[in-house]
């Protein structure tokens, strides 16, 4: 099974961009995607860098992707979306509208946030010329069997998330503007205060959600570690890491080591909880009746 690492979904410094991809370059994973997928408005900050990370991560051997918008609404952002055919590398469509900028069976990867839940989507999709889907992260382990099927049928490969917040909305209004009493057009990028999201509490104090600009991400970080025999069973072919600000390399390596049989889901589990002691882990949209479910160690402390 291979490991792809995912977009980043926050608002990071354009040196701690550069840094993240140039570490990316020695990590243990065999697909990276890269590029902006939340808010045009940030892409400027690190934009001019985005050539020379593709340069050094294929100069390492990495399979590289550049993602799309997840969600277009300007003028500008379409033109950047016909940018990406130009790159010289595959596009992760996130946002349908993509396709447009795409030459009819032009290859191309699409990624969770476009929703792929049944064996037609799956068929139409590889027709339009997809070769790897990562499938929307709240789907069940029996769905994913089947559209791993789908997908092996019609040689496309199937990616899981495996790792990291789930994204779980986009909006039209920037949540992060707003708490800080402005407008969107004049954010003044308060999210990059907020490396991994904004933890959102309840009116009681309980853990609920995390704000990233106009994104809503769950609160706990998905973690498919005591899934992986069961989706390398139902033919999964790879699964998705999503950067953090904190102790990504270590998160590559610990993952790595899991699929190779090296260490267990266990060892997974607790050298996680020693990079943040606050991270919640779930896996419930794979096995459980609710999202936030989790299956693994100490889940009833």
């Known amino acids: 099974m291979e490991l792809t690492v995912g977009p980043n979904q926050f608002f990071w410094s354009a040196d701690a961009w550069t840094s993240f991809y140039q570490d990316l370059a020695a990590a243990p994973v065999d697909r990276i995607v890269l590029g902006e997928l939340v808010c045009s408005k940030r892409l400027p900050f690190y934009q001019d860098r985005i050539p020379d990370a593709i340069t050094t991560l294929l100069g390492a051997g990495k399979d590289v992707a550049l993602t799309s918008l997840a969600l277009v609404t300007l003028k500008r952002e379409r033109k950047l979306a016909g940018e990406l055919v130009g790159m010289g590398v595959e596009v992760e469509v996130n946002d349908l509208t993509a396709l447009a900028h795409l030459p009819q069976g032009a290859p191309f990867s699409v990624g969770p946030l476009v929703n792929v839940y049944n064996e037609g989507t799956i068929s139409w999709l ?29 040689g ?9 917040r789930l994204p779980l909305a986009i909006s039209g209004r920037c949540y992060h503007a707003r708490m800080h009493g402005r407008t969107k057009d004049n954010c003044q990028f308060a999210c990059e205060d907020d490396p991994d999201g904004l933890d959102v509490l309840t009116l009681e104090g309980q853990p609920f959600l995390a704000m990233n600009g106009v994104q809503t991400l769950s609160d706990s ?3 498919a570690a005591y ?3 069961a989706l390398r069973d139902a033919g999964v072919g790879a699964l998705r890491l999503s950067p953090q600000s904190r102790g990504f390399d270590t998160i590559c390596g610990l993952y790595r080591q899991l699929l190779d049989g090296d260490v267990d889901a266990d060892h997974v589990t607790d050298a996680i909880g ?9 896996d419930g949209f794979l096995t459980g009746a609710r999202g936030v479910d989790w299956s693994g160690k100490a889940a009833h402390p």
């Open 126 to 154: 590889a027709g339009r010329g997809a070769t790897r889907i990562c499938l929307p992260p709240e789907l069940p382990l029996a769905s994913v069997a089947t559209l791993a099927r789908a997908g092996a049928d019609l």
């Open 156 to 164: 496309v490969i199937v990616e899981v998330w495996g790792h990291g």
């Open 221 to 223: 970080h998905a973690c």
């Open 227 to 229: 899934q992986i025999d």
């Open 274 to 282: 020693r990079i943040d002691p606050n991270t919640r882990l779930s």
